[in-house]
């Protein structure tokens, strides 16, 4: 059975004259190899004042003034650490084991958690650790549940596996022209603190290819 698979040139042509040597290529032979690379994707680090403001935007189109006054007010209301921080740091000393506890009664993403030591970022702040839930609950309206949710699930995330990638290429090489074209795969093996937090990453499937083959 004949497969087929969409292949690009190697490089974007932007001369005409380049053209003519794709012309007529139906039916050309070359060879074909497929290359895989696996990869582990850490979780993000835990959330400082910046990167809430971003992943806000992003997500929600939030803007970042507009964040700030709603994590304020999550952190007067006492279900989260105060977010004027730089920091990405979780501190053992907080105990997050027990937040985590707490969060379970009402995230059930706490059942991917698989790390005891939380992964984390560079940066500190002597003053604060990163914005965090302290897992306490009360009733929010549309646009705090949103930023209190990502918040909760961000924490979550730095307790869960990595995501495990799979990258994969083919490329082909005509035989006479001694053109090079390829095809590029993303497959998640295992999805990790993907099943967590909200990053979509899009999976393309090719299949293996190896050996003489005609264009």
């Known amino acids: 059975?004949?497969?087929?698979?969409?292949?690009?040139?190697?490089?974007?042509?932007?001369?005409?004259?380049?053209?003519?040597?794709?012309?007529?290529?139906?039916?050309?032979?070359?060879?074909?190899?497929?290359?895989?690379?696996?990869?582990?994707?850490?979780?993000?680090?835990?959330?400082?004042?910046?990167?809430?403001?971003?992943?806000?935007?992003?997500?929600?189109?939030?803007?970042?003034?507009?964040?700030?006054?709603?994590?304020?007010?999550?952190?007067?209301?006492?279900?989260?650490?105060?977010?004027?921080?730089?920091?990405?740091?979780?501190?053992?000393?907080?105990?997050?084991?027990?937040?985590?506890?707490?969060?379970?009664?009402?995230?059930s993403e706490v059942k991917f958690v698989t790390r005891t030591k939380p992964v984390e970022g560079k940066k500190s702040d002597p003053a604060h650790p990163s914005i965090m839930p302290t897992g306490e609950f009360s009733s929010l309206n549309k646009e705090e549940e949103k930023i209190y949710s990502l918040i909760v699930k961000r924490f979550i995330s730095c307790f869960c596996s990595d995501a495990e990638i799979e990258d994969k290429k083919i490329i082909f090489l005509t035989d006479k022209e001694n053109l090079k074209f390829y095809a590029k795969g993303l497959e998640i093996k295992k999805k990790g603190w993907l099943e967590v937090y909200p990053l979509t990453m899009q999976e393309k499937e090719i299949e293996t290819i190896e050996g003489k083959k005609e264009i």
Do not use: M, V
């Open 1 to 107: 059975k004949n497969h087929e698979t969409e292949l690009k040139y190697e490089k974007d042509i932007f001369d005409k004259k380049l053209l003519d040597r794709f012309k007529n290529l139906e039916g050309k032979k070359g060879i074909a190899k497929t290359e895989k690379f696996s990869r582990n994707l850490l979780p993000p680090f835990p959330f400082d004042l910046t990167s809430l403001q971003r992943e806000a935007y992003r997500l929600f189109g939030i803007n970042p003034s507009r964040t700030l006054q709603l994590a304020q007010n999550l952190y007067l209301a006492g279900l989260i650490s105060y977010p004027r921080t730089s920091s990405q740091k979780i501190p053992l000393a907080i105990q997050p084991e027990k937040i985590l506890k707490k969060l379970a009664e009402n995230f």
